[in-house]
């Protein structure tokens, strides 16, 4: 009778401890980021630690990592495959090496507004492209906008010609920097934490950005000029380690999932009356004169830089780019 009692506090005990642990050691989930807090992404990951401790306790902890704080655009990709960290959200111009697919994103003028863009990115085809990296260990788990991209330089560009012979900051794209030098500019790849030193020193002469990325980095203390083209879209896909994620318990995967369906709303719905925002205060701010290009200068860019989707055809798939394309209808 003694001996069952012991073995039934002891196991008892066991569990005690391991329970304890358990409660000690939460799952951590660490989400590094290489730009600034108040913008769509900082605000998008700042939202999501609330919500993932406040609905699951102390079942998770998050951890974030603004502004290039622990691994820079070059080295956290690498970090995600190795478990370093489990959330990021790069832009979309950084998958070409996993999916050459995911470069339909970066073709300029493809999408005219961001309504279309989204109606893309919530079409079977745009939901398929968020799976399309499993076999090499990226599970995506959503869109998160940051903007359209205006052009910045240190000379007005209201046509094509006035970008020849310009050194324009690119991603490590090869569709971004076959857009450069379709109007004749010269693409220099550059880490996103070096593009304000590059434009201040004269590494490069330009860039492309959303107007949150350019105010909050501060770009348009080092660019006289901005021309408001709309030509492309940055957003970001929010991944993470599949691995990773298909290892976590079930109830908490699936309190996440819903966290990120509701963090994605509100950071597309902020995106853009933050990119307007911003753009406000780069105009308050007498640094930097705004471009407003008409209708017909529009066209000359659109024009000619349109023939780069018929030189990718091939590698993304010509139903994808039709696919989106029809988004804009």
């Not at 600034?36 to 902890?61: C, N, S, W």
Request: glycine share 6%.
């Amino acid at each position: 009778m003694f001996k069952l009692t012991a073995k039934a506090l002891a196991c008892a005990l066991s569990l005690s401890i391991a329970g304890m642990a358990q409660a000690a050691d939460p799952i951590v989930i660490k989400f590094s980021h290489v730009v600034a807090e108040h913008t769509p992404k900082g605000q998008g990951a700042a939202l999501f630690k609330k919500l993932a401790e406040e609905r699951l306790g102390d079942k998770v902890k998050v951890e974030v990592y603004p502004n290039s704080s622990l691994f820079g655009d070059g080295k956290e990709m690498e970090a995600l495959l190795l478990g370093d960290v489990q959330l990021i959200a790069p832009s979309l111009a950084k998958f070409e090496q996993y999916t050459k697919q995911v470069q339909v994103f970066d073709l300029p003028f493809l999408f005219k507004d961001v309504a279309a863009l989204d109606r893309f990115q919530q079409s079977p085809e745009g939901q398929g492209l968020l799976k399309s990296m499993e076999s090499k260990n990226i599970t995506g788990l959503g869109y998160w906008h940051n903007g359209l991209k205006q052009l910045s330089a240190n000379k007005p560009l209201r046509e094509p010609k006035d970008a020849r012979g310009l050194k324009f900051r690119v991603q490590a794209s090869a569709v971004l920097e076959e857009q450069f030098k379709a109007v004749r500019a010269n693409p220099r790849k550059m880490s996103f934490a070096e593009v304000y030193q590059g434009l201040q020193t004269g590494v490069v002469n330009g860039a492309e950005n959303p107007y949150s990325n350019i105010y909050s980095q501060k770009m348009h203390e080092v660019q006289k000029y901005i021309t408001e083209s709309n030509h492309g879209v940055l957003d970001y896909m929010l991944i993470t380690n599949t691995t990773f994620w298909n290892s976590l318990p079930e109830d908490v995967r699936t309190e996440l999932d819903k966290i990120i369906v509701e963090v994605t709303a509100e950071v597309n719905k902020q995106a853009n009356a933050l990119n307007e925002g911003d753009k406000q205060r780069i105009l308050a701010a007498k640094t930097t004169e705004i471009i407003a290009l008409t209708p017909e200068q529009r066209g000359m860019w659109r024009d000619a830089m349109k023939p780069v989707w018929a030189k990718f055809e091939g590698e993304i798939g010509a139903d994808l780019i039709k696919a989106a394309d029809a988004a804009n209808q």
